[in-house]
């Protein structure tokens, strides 16, 4: 069994900053791919950023150049460090992650979502 506890969340001003931490717990054996996706009110999730094992990343175009994805292998954990926030960046933010169980083999996880609401 593997959990995700997501937080970070909550509600900030256009063009400020905010932080998403997604912490990895239970029976892993190792972690591969990490990634945050979101889903706004009336759409499909998308992909917001992701990083491998090895620590390559890749983003969406609409946060580029604002949101850096970090992970930190020994504590499990991956983070979304988002700045200079729209109105449009407001939507559910979920932690994806691609695990290696000791007892499963290979699962995908989803975190149980974030809400973050840009807003004056």
């Known amino acids: 069994q593997v959990q995700l506890v997501e937080s970070g969340g909550g509600l900030v001003q256009p063009g400020g900053s905010l932080r998403l931490s997604c912490a990895a717990s239970g029976s892993i054996f190792s972690i591969n791919a990490m990634g945050w996706y979101r889903q706004a009110p009336g759409k499909q999730r998308e992909l917001v950023a992701a990083?491998?094992?090895?620590?390559?990343?890749n983003y969406a175009d609409s946060v580029k150049g604002r949101f850096t994805i970090s992970r930190d292998n020994a504590k499990n954990t991956v983070y979304l460090q988002m700045n200079s926030l729209k109105p449009e960046d407001t939507a559910v933010y979920y932690c994806n992650v691609g695990v290696v169980t000791i007892l499963l083999g290979y699962l995908e996880v989803w975190g149980q979502g974030t809400l973050v609401t840009v807003s004056s």
């Open positions: 990083i491998t094992s090895g620590g390559s990343t």
